[in-house]
């Protein structure tokens, strides 16, 4: 499982743009609004970030 900041993303909009970046990559995704975090399984941590960048929510990596 790799864990993403991504920092501009602060609504219910947002979550849901996100979901819909990763969910055609991943096997889960799990959002956190609150921390502004995204769990995702099953995808490489490159291909994750570039979607999410082209779906305009940068992120990065988290330890």
Sequence with gaps: MIRLSVPNMNCGHCKASVEAALKPIAQSVEVDLTLREVKVEGADAGAA???????????????
């Design 49 to 63: 970030m570039a979607a999410l960048d082209e779906a305009g929510f940068p992120a990065t990596m988290l330890a």
